[in-house]
T-cell receptor
Framework: EAGVAQSPRYKIIEKRQSVAFWCNPI?????LYWYQQILGQGPKLLIQ????????DSQLPKDRFSAERLKGVDSTLKIQPAKLEDSAVYLCASSSWEGLNTEAFFGQGTRLTVV | AQTVTQSQPEMSVQEAETVTLSCTYDTSESNYYLFWYKQPPSRQMILVIRQEAYKQQNATENRFSVNFQKAAKSFSLKISDSQLGDTAMYFCAFMYTGANSKLTFGKGITLSVRP
């Protein structure tokens, strides 16, 4: 099966600019996650969708970050305006959490550098 | 809320030898999953092994096995016959089995396999 697709792979922007990331999950997966991974640290959950509804966005900086999942499939994560501390890898993951083989499948991530 | 602790920031092992990576977690839940994920320099997060909390038998996947101690809330990963391709960051992760539960990661450990 096709994996989780993310784009772009890399993005460099200046502080106060805006940026958007796109994720296409594995077909049929109801759960979609966006994680922020700062260099040398573990992934931190920003937002979790179940179909097109938000399940958890408690760690999403809502003054600058927004995310949506259209029709319960693709998702976009936006940052506006970006700050230097937003430099990180943004990982998208999806899962069905059904059956015996439960796991989250990850995309290759987008590396964001804010200068 | 659940927490996942990986206290060793990095480890090194000689090729063909065995290494054990430690992880502890804290939760009040009784039904949950534990995971070890591998993240090589390419950034793609890949599932290594999964353990269901209700199973007493430790999970095994080829050269990878776990030592799951539920009472002690400990979940270590043993890699036997280490290979150069095992060089990566390894993350321990937790998810309870309730609806809409989130996948929580530890900070990770950098494993280097020496030739």
């Amino acid at each position: 099966e096709a994996g989780v697709a993310q784009s772009p792979r890399y993005k460099i922007i200046e502080k106060r600019q805006s940026v958007a990331f796109w994720c296409n999950p594995i077909s049929g997966h109801a759960t979609l996650y966006w994680y922020q991974q700062i260099l040398g640290q573990g992934p931190k959950l920003l937002i979790q969708f179940q179909n097109n509804g938000v399940v958890d966005d408690s760690q999403l900086p809502k003054d600058r970050f927004s995310a949506e999942r259209l029709k319960g499939v693709d998702s976009t994560l936006k940052i506006q305006p970006a700050k230097l501390e937003d430099s990180a890898v943004y990982l998208c993951a999806s899962s069905s959490w059904e059956g015996l083989n439960t796991e989250a499948f990850f995309g290759q991530g987008t590396r964001l550098t804010v200068v | 809320a659940q927490t996942v602790t990986q206290s060793q920031p990095e480890m090194s092992v000689q090729e063909a030898e065995t290494v054990t990576l430690s992880c502890t977690y804290d939760t009040s839940e009784s039904n949950y999953y534990l995971f070890w994920y591998k993240q090589p320099p390419s950034r793609q997060m890949i599932l290594v092994i999964r353990q269901e909390a209700y199973k007493q038998q430790n999970a095994t996947e080829n050269r990878f096995s776990v030592n799951f101690q539920k009472a002690a809330k400990s979940f270590s990963l043993k890699i036997s016959d280490s290979q150069l391709g095992d060089t990566a960051m390894y993350f321990c992760a937790f998810m309870y089995t309730g609806a809409n539960s989130k996948l929580t990661f530890g900070k990770g450990i950098t494993l280097s396999v020496r030739p």
